[in-house]
């Protein structure tokens, strides 16, 4: 008989979970990941896929990938046909997942799948979003540490989205993500999205592992761009503080030409030359950033009004090959 909870496990429905796995140039280590993954999940007694992305590896990635969906049928594989970002390679498992819940986790081995019968657990038993919260950064360089955290403030100060210590490691009720995949928008934030849509939520701690095999793909460059484009497609705040940054400029003026006009009153001399022209710089720069600012926002409403699909799919070890995905 089927239970009434669709939470519950039904060994006559699909899987029950599908593991959303993001890679890019990871094949010293993925065959490994996978075999773990499996093992906790069986252990676990759960009806499981994984769904593995690759976003344009150029090592053997992919072929690691089929080696494992040919040995193993709860395993699949998408690879996309060029490097579209993290971000798309999360949507396109997303969108090609079948179970009641879906769990995003990294495929640099950080995340450790050890934890992922505590998070199922706690989507079975009621949460529709369980977020991996990091008890510590681990394998980071601390310069990137630390932007990292910072971002994560500024972010959550900003939007009112809470991000300290958040990870991309989650576990999603199926409603969450049907809600995730309805939005248009061409620039997507996973790890904000997928907090911004509210619902029943759940936190697990997780100490993250040490990398085995590979690198870091983020540089300090390439984080900071990542964090201008995701907090530009969140917010209009950057726009309204250029507007304060303005108006503190405007009240600066009236103060000192107050002050110029009393002391000339009072005879005076009215000097300060150098004092102007670093005035009229520390002005200038200020429009500059303004008018960058502004440029940034055009940039990305360029970005979304050309609606090209978020990612394209070169090949799948599961009927999937060329179709594209992402457009309305």
């Given at each position: 008989?089927?239970?009434?909870?669709?939470?519950?496990?039904?060994?006559?429905?699909?899987?029950?979970?599908?593991?959303?796995?993001?890679?890019?140039?990871?094949?010293?280590?993925?065959?490994?990941?996978?075999?773990e993954?499996?093992?906790?999940?069986?252990?676990?007694?759960?009806?499981?896929?994984?769904?593995?992305?690759?976003?344009?590896?150029?090592?053997?990635?992919?072929?690691?990938?089929?080696?494992?969906?040919?040995?193993?049928?709860?395993?699949?594989?998408?690879?996309?046909?060029?490097?579209?970002?993290?971000?798309?390679?999360?949507?396109?498992?997303?969108?090609?997942?079948?179970?009641?819940?879906?769990?995003?986790?990294?495929?640099?081995?950080?995340?450790?799948?050890?934890?992922?019968?505590?998070?199922?657990?706690?989507?079975?038993?009621?949460?529709?979003?369980v977020?991996?919260?990091?008890t510590?950064?681990?394998?980071?360089?601390?310069?990137?540490?630390?932007?990292?955290?910072?971002?994560?403030?500024?972010?959550?100060?900003?939007?009112?989205?809470?991000?300290?210590?958040?990870?991309?490691?989650?576990?999603?009720?199926?409603?969450?993500?049907?809600?995730?995949?309805?939005?248009?928008?061409?620039?997507?934030?996973?790890?904000?999205?997928?907090?911004?849509?509210?619902?029943?939520?759940?936190?697990?701690?997780?100490?993250?592992?040490?990398?085995?095999?590979?690198?870091?793909?983020?540089?300090?460059?390439?984080?900071?761009?990542y964090?201008?484009?995701?907090?530009?497609s969140?917010?209009?705040?950057?726009?309204?503080?250029?507007?304060?940054?303005?108006?503190?400029?405007g009240?600066?003026?009236?103060?000192?030409?107050?002050?110029?006009?009393?002391?000339?009153?009072?005879?005076?001399?009215?000097?300060?030359?150098?004092?102007?022209?670093?005035?009229?710089?520390?002005?200038?720069?200020?429009?500059?950033?303004?008018?960058?600012?502004?440029?940034?926002?055009?940039?990305?409403?360029?970005?979304?009004?050309?609606?090209?699909?978020?990612?394209?799919?070169?090949?799948?070890?599961?009927?999937?090959?060329?179709?594209?995905?992402?457009?309305?």
């Amino acid at each position: 008989m089927k239970s009434s909870d669709p939470k519950l496990p039904d060994s006559t429905e699909g899987p029950e979970i599908s593991l959303v796995v993001p890679v890019l140039n990871e094949a010293g280590q993925l065959a490994s990941l996978i075999d773990e993954i499996r093992s906790v999940l069986l252990a676990n007694g759960t009806r499981f896929e994984v769904i593995v992305c690759d976003d344009g590896s150029d090592d053997r990635t992919w072929p690691v990938v089929q080696e494992k969906s040919r040995a193993h049928a709860d395993v699949h594989g998408i690879s996309l046909s060029r490097h579209f970002g993290k971000e798309s390679a999360v949507l396109a498992g997303l969108t090609a997942s079948r179970g009641q819940a879906v769990a995003v986790m990294d495929g640099d081995g950080q995340h450790p799948p050890a934890v992922l019968p505590e998070m199922i657990a706690a989507w079975r038993g009621g949460a529709d979003v369980v977020e991996g919260i990091k008890t510590r950064r681990s394998g980071q360089r601390g310069l990137v540490r630390w932007a990292a955290q910072a971002f994560n403030r500024i972010f959550s100060t900003l939007t009112g989205v809470d991000l300290i210590n958040a990870t991309d490691y989650r576990v999603l009720d199926r409603k969450v993500v049907d809600s995730l995949l309805q939005m248009p928008e061409r620039v997507v934030f996973f790890r904000g999205l997928s907090t911004w849509v509210g619902f029943r939520r759940a936190r697990v701690e997780f100490e993250p592992r040490r990398r085995t095999a590979g690198r870091s793909h983020f540089s300090l460059p390439g984080l900071f761009g990542y964090g201008v484009r995701n907090l530009l497609s969140f917010t209009s705040a950057p726009l309204h503080l250029v507007t304060l940054l303005g108006c503190a400029f405007g009240l600066f003026a009236i103060v000192l030409g107050a002050q110029t006009l009393w002391n000339w009153a009072r005879g005076f001399a009215v000097e300060g030359f150098t004092t102007v022209i670093l005035l009229l710089l520390v002005q200038g720069s200020a429009m500059m950033i303004a008018l960058g600012m502004i440029g940034l926002y055009l940039a990305q409403i360029h970005r979304e009004v050309k609606h090209r699909p978020r990612y394209i799919i070169a090949e799948s070890t599961h009927g999937l090959d060329g179709r594209v995905f992402g457009q309305d």
